[in-house]
């Protein structure tokens, strides 16, 4: 699915965090929101979730306005760092949540969602692990789980707030060549958040450059930086 945003602003109090952004993701490609602290990224990606409303602008998600369609029915699944697992539920359980929560006649019966639960294991490597409960997981393995649940509701879209922000260098890297992988694999449109711009470069097909509420460019890692557009691209990437 494809995302365009058109003009949009969001203001809180006397601060524009977004200021008339206008870009486009196209259907499948994975894209990195890069940027210092403050410049608007988790705001974006709200708007895009549905999560937060704009001030003006449009969001259209494979041509069709969006704007004002309800979170749980445009189809998207979230991982956010803060984003944690119930601790209660077992990890077969916090997967299986988004699908037991839907109206009964959309619910798939029992054992269809016990199948859905254990291929998404198996996709994010974690077989076996379905009746730990979450303390009983590394903070990668609980990330993967988090994804997992994300997926079990077959979203058109994946949006990702910093996923593997809390997580220490060594597991963050694993979890960045992990995540490009299994994007390959399943080429769900995903957004994702990072102010870290070797994650952005490793993962991303294009990256948005923003600073301040504005998009200063998007473009593929390589060409960002062969050319960057403007003065605080060049500064912030530091080529
Ligand atoms: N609910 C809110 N109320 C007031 N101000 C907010 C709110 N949400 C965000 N802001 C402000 O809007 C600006 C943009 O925030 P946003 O979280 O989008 O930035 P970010 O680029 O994701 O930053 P970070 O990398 O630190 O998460 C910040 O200055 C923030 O303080």
């Not at 590394?138 to 922000?165: C, H, N, T, W, Y």
Request: proline content about 5%; glycine content about 8%; charged content about 25%.
């Amino acid at each position: 699915m494809s995302i365009r945003v058109q003009h949009i602003s969001r203001r809180f109090g006397d601060y524009q965090a977004l200021d008339r952004i206008s870009l486009e993701m196209y259907s499948g490609e994975l894209v990195a929101l890069l940027g210092p602290s403050g410049c608007g990224k988790t705001t974006l990606l709200r708007i895009i979730a549905g999560l937060e409303s704009a001030d003006t602008g449009h969001v259209y998600l494979d041509g069709e306005d969006s704007t004002h369609v309800p979170v749980r029915e445009r189809g998207i699944g979230f991982v956010f760092q803060n984003y944690a697992l119930f601790p209660s539920m077992t990890v077969n359980d916090n997967i299986s949540f988004g699908l037991r929560m839907l109206p009964k006649a959309k619910r798939p019966h029992k054992a269809q969602i016990q199948k859905t639960v254990d291929d998404l294991l198996a996709l994010v490597q974690l077989q076996g692990l379905g009746d730990r409960y979450p303390a009983q997981l590394s903070g990668g393995q609980r990330q993967r789980v988090a994804l997992a649940r994300a997926l079990a509701i077959k979203p058109r879209v994946l949006l990702l707030d910093e996923p593997f922000g809390a997580l220490d260098a060594k597991v963050r890297k694993e979890l960045r060549q992990w995540l490009r992988a299994l994007h390959h694999e399943l080429k769900i449109t995903s957004v994702f958040v990072t102010h870290d711009q070797e994650e952005a470069a490793e993962v991303a097909d294009r990256i948005v450059v923003m600073n301040k509420g504005n998009v200063e460019q998007m473009d593929t890692p390589a060409q960002l930086f062969a050319q960057p557009a403007t003065p605080f691209v060049r500064e912030f990437l530091a080529v």
